[in-house]
T-cell receptor
Framework: DAGVTQSPTHLIKTRGQQVTLRCSPK?????VSWYQQALGQGPQFIFQ???????QRGNFPDRFSGHQFPNYSSELNVNALLLGDSALYLC?????????????FGPGTRLTVL | KNEVEQSPQNLTAQEGEFITINCSYS?????LHWLQQHPGGGIVSLFMLSSGKKKHGRLIATINIQEKHSSLHITASHPRDSAVYICAVVQGAQKLVFGQGTRLTINP
């Protein structure tokens, strides 16, 4: 089992551009959550996907959008990038029906906006 | 005020010392995670607990639901324990709310 995988590992963009980050959940997991971690801060919840729909959303603008595919993998899209979007983007997967609420994290994608 | 507060923010100790990191939260939760993050970013779940105490090797985590407080202890600390330790509480359907992290440095 490869666990949670994310791609790419690093990415450099310029202001105004758009970016797509990808996440493949751990085998057997159907729920994917995305988090943004600014340097020196704890992660912040962006949104969560289950059954190809956004179930919960944190306090992030509409520039942040996502998608979940039938195989449970997910994408995070950010439009009109700002310098402040530079961060580590973490994906976590979990089995919704799991009674322990355990989440497994991917290695993250480090986005730098210049 | 953050919903999840950790203390201390930074901790430096000598190898072999007993380490305690504290986490207080102000919201209702279904569970609490202690996570470890090494330089480079990868996060590993150390514990998930909703009551009492759990132990894994040299790591011990406790939670007091009434007082809304949890602690992570490391016995016989080692330089390889150096990392950022993050407390995160589970709200609703598996939404995690994170503390700001505690940066632990263990010197040989």
């Amino acid at each position: 089992d490869a666990g949670v995988t994310q791609s790419p590992t690093h990415l450099i963009k310029t202001r105004g551009q758009q970016v797509t980050l990808r996440c493949s959940p751990k085998s057997g997991h159907d729920t994917v959550s995305w988090y943004q971690q600014a340097l020196g801060q704890g992660p912040q919840f962006i949104f969560q996907y289950y059954e190809e729909e956004e179930r919960q959303r944190g306090n992030f603008p509409d520039r942040f959008s996502g998608h979940q595919f039938p195989n449970y993998s997910s994408e995070l899209n950010v439009n009109a990038l700002l310098l402040g979007d530079s961060a580590l983007y973490l994906c976590a997967s979990s089995p919704l029906a799991g009674e322990r609420n355990e989440q497994f994290f991917g290695p993250g994608t480090r986005l730098t906006v210049l | 005020k953050n919903e999840v507060e950790q203390s201390p923010q930074n901790l430096t100790a000598q190898e072999g010392e007993f380490i305690t990191i504290n986490c207080s939260y102000s919201v209702g939760i279904s569970a609490l995670h202690w996570l470890q993050q090494h330089p480079g970013g990868g996060i590993v779940s150390l514990f998930m607990l909703s009551s009492g105490k759990k132990k894994h090797g040299r790591l011990i985590a406790t939670i007091n639901i009434q007082e809304k407080h949890s602690s992570l202890h490391i016995t016989a600390s080692h330089p390889r324990d150096s990392a950022v330790y993050i407390c995160a509480v589970v709200q609703g359907a598996q939404k995690l709310v994170f503390g700001q992290g505690t940066r632990l440095t263990i010197n040989p």
